[in-house]
């Protein structure tokens, strides 16, 4: 947090010193098939803190992106990606749902909407919306809507993992998709509730419903420190922090 002098923003554990919400997917390709030799690295959405994480944890490939949603914690990153569009010598294939499609499009007019005449230094992207579950690498992506205070969001399951960031709720139609998921990554901001956010409560209680073998929080705020907060969770959940690497099925 700007300005705070909390024990938190003022702590020298590591785990403590959190940049904005956002994963990157490795797919494990079999490299005898040429679509899975296409897709390997999928990022689900672009923080703001985009280069600092991709400089930090050395990611040399980005071949899609996934969003959760259009608020700016998740995708105020996306220009730095032009990046990879020069390493790659091709344009990236963007995921949302019709929303964030939309946002995205207005928020980043340059991008979209580039003026005639050459134009240098601007991501190339392909917007594709999302209906359903898809294949990326071989890999079935699948949508799991949850609501974001009033608004539907995206959260994904991929195999048994599944990432759940910015959710206040899961409605009773998505709780199918999640059975059998044994990795978990779900949001809880904080002790006291939220109105767009689960608590550490609403969280764990999530948790326990889906039953995932291991659990971790994430777009966590200052309130939680991350050793004393890991210590008083129950067995199977804990907090993620940046850098966090999990292999999943
Ligand atoms: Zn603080
Ligand atoms: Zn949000
Ligand atoms: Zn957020």
């Known amino acids: 947090m700007i300005a705070c002098d909390c024990a938190v923003c003022r702590s020298t554990d590591p785990r403590d010193k959190r940049t904005r919400p956002s994963i990157l997917i490795e797919v ?8 899975a030799r296409a897709v390997k690295s999928v990022l689900v959405d672009t923080s703001t803190d985009l280069r600092a994480q991709a400089l930090a944890h050395d990611v040399r490939r980005v071949d899609a992106i996934l969003f959760t949603h259009s608020h700016a914690d998740h995708v105020m990153g996306l220009d730095e990606v032009r990046r990879y569009n020069i390493l ?6 963007c995921f949302g749902d019709e929303r964030t499609l939309g946002d995205l499009r207005r928020t980043f007019d340059y991008i979209f909407n580039p003026p005639a005449g050459p134009a240098g230094g601007i ?3 392909t917007l594709f919306r999302i209906a359903g579950p898809f294949l990326l690498g071989g ?18 399951r991929v195999g048994s993992f599944a990432y759940l960031t910015d959710c206040s709720r899961i409605p009773d139609s998505s ?16 002790e006291r509730s939220h109105p767009t956010h689960f608590s ?7 948790a326990r419903k889906i039953g995932a073998g291991r659990t971790y929080f994430t777009h966590i705020c200052h309130d939680l420190g991350h050793a004393a907060t890991c210590a008083r969770l ?15 099925d």
Request: net charge negative; no cysteine.
């Open 28 to 35: 494990a390709t079999d490299r005898t098939s040429p679509i």
């Open 88 to 93: 790659q010598r091709d344009a990236i294939a």
């Open 123 to 125: 991501p190339q992207l």
């Open 139 to 156: 890999v079935e992506f699948v949508p799991v809507p949850v609501l974001h205070g009033e608004r539907p969001i995206l959260g994904f």
């Open 175 to 190: 709780w199918p998709l999640l059975d059998g998921v044994r990795t978990l990554v779900v949001d809880a901001l904080r």
């Open 200 to 206: 550490v409560q609403e969280a764990i209680a999530a």
């Open 234 to 248: 129950p067995p199977g959940i804990e907090l993620a922090y940046d850098g966090l690497i999990l292999h999943v």
